[in-house]
């Protein structure tokens, strides 16, 4: 089987798949890319480019102000196809194309490949209402109310043409798929990316060393925030709120907090200015800031350390993309608060596997986060429970590879 993956940071959620499927003599496995070709074990990789100058042109000022964010993914999609062109005149015929169609790559693949049968990665529709969009009344939309709604529809245009393509399309969570308009659900499938539960595991003996100095076990109080980057998208501003209160009814508990200073998802802050800064300045004078690191981000190794140190792991998120660091952070059995928002109701329930609160209630955070820290018992119990959970059904080996792999089979067979 000939097998083209399309990413445009590949290998992304294809970091297993791609390897796992190229592993079958069987099969000749191609990737692109946005970047220079290269060689990444048995994947052959493809790079394409965009010229910046064309990019630079994609502004409001030459094109309609609605259509910016299509006007970059077509060119993107031009870019990709060309280096399609190439590869075809190569002699290379893909049965099956598995790709993300986030970045405009997809759009005119079949145009080069009309037999090819294309599977794409589902991972966000975007919607005004029921979703990210207007949930956290903190952060309003601003500006034209009809023009924000515009484009935030024409968002989808890039995934709806698509899949008007598309044989299959896969989604990580029932929620995610659940976004998508009604009749296309039926196309989609739910199978999640997958986390090496062998590798994440508890660790009983775990320690580290915080500033090159203090050693933490767990028998330490150890409050964990992970974050991409820290931002409202994920509740870092309610983490924050929650902190004056935790930190003084526990005096030994210390906070580390994993994340960047960038923006992944929403709104850019004020200029000048970082989330981190902007909501550490809202709690500074009432919290012990020796007690509350910031270590930035930090190498995967050490991010497990963290996770199975862990007395209480804080996940708070809009109604958004399901991160990976929940689902790892359940595999290494951590005591999870989180917030009662989808898809986090799809992993975790609460009292059962975790403690959920009210994503905008920092006091309700902080009573969770207490509770957990005060009764390790119950901790023990639940992130056992979650840890289960994690193995049953998010296991990389035994359920989703597997899933995924018979799902690329299928979408060959028809």
């Known amino acids: 089987m000939k097998i083209l993956f399309v990413h445009q940071n590949f290998p992304g959620q294809y970091k297993h798949l791609a390897p796992a499927l190229a592993a079958d003599p069987a099969n000749e496995v191609v990737a692109l890319r946005l970047g220079e070709d290269a060689a990444w074990g048995r994947v052959r990789v493809l790079g394409y480019k965009v010229a910046p100058e064309a990019i630079a042109k994609a502004d409001p000022k030459a094109v309609h102000p609605w259509l910016s964010d299509l006007q970059v993914k077509v060119l993107r999609g031009e870019a990709a196809s060309r280096r399609a062109l190439a590869l075809r005149a ?111 595991c508890p660790d009983g003996r775990v320690s580290m060393r915080l500033n090159g100095s203090r050693t933490l076990t767990r028998a330490d109080e150890v409050i964990t925030f992970v974050n991409r980057n820290l931002e409202p998208y994920r509740g870092y501003h309610v983490f924050m709120r929650a902190l004056p209160e935790i930190l003084v009814r526990r005096p030994q508990a210390r906070v580390i907090i994993v994340g960047g200073n960038e923006v992944s998802y929403g709104a850019a802050p004020p200029p000048g200015k970082t989330w981190r800064s902007i909501f550490f300045d809202e709690v500074r004078e009432r919290i012990d800031a020796s007690r509350v690191h910031f270590v930035g981000r930090i190498p995967y190794p050490d991010f497990v350390r963290l996770l199975q140190l862990s007395s209480a792991h804080v996940y708070l998120t809009y109604p958004f993309v399901l991160s990976w660091s929940l689902l790892e952070a359940m595999s290494v059995a951590c005591p999870i608060v989180a917030s009662r928002t989808p898809p986090v109701e799809e992993a975790l329930a609460d009292e059962e596997t975790a403690l959920l609160t009210d994503f905008f209630d920092p006091e309700a955070l902080a009573d969770a986060v207490c509770r957990l820290l005060a009764d390790r018992a119950l901790g023990q119990r639940l992130g056992s429970a979650a840890r289960k959970v994690a193995v049953e059904r998010y296991d990389l080996a035994s359920r989703c590879l597997p899933a995924q792999i018979e799902w690329v089979r299928r979408l060959a067979a028809g």
């Open 90 to 200: 190569e002699g290379f015929v893909p049965d099956v194309i598995v790709a993300h169609p986030g970045w405009g790559e997809t759009l005119f693949l079949r145009e080069i490949w009309p037999q090819a049968r294309l599977g794409l990665y589902c991972e966000f529709f975007y919607r005004a209402e029921g979703s990210d969009v207007g949930f956290d009344p903190e952060f309003p939309q601003s500006g034209d109310a009809l023009a924000n709604a515009s484009r935030l529809r024409l968002k989808n245009a890039n995934a709806l043409l698509s899949l008007e393509e598309a044989a299959r399309g896969l989604s990580p969570t029932a929620w995610q798929k659940s976004q998508y308009p009604q009749r296309l659900q039926a196309m989609i499938d739910v199978i999640h990316d997958g986390i090496d539960t062998r590798q994440l």
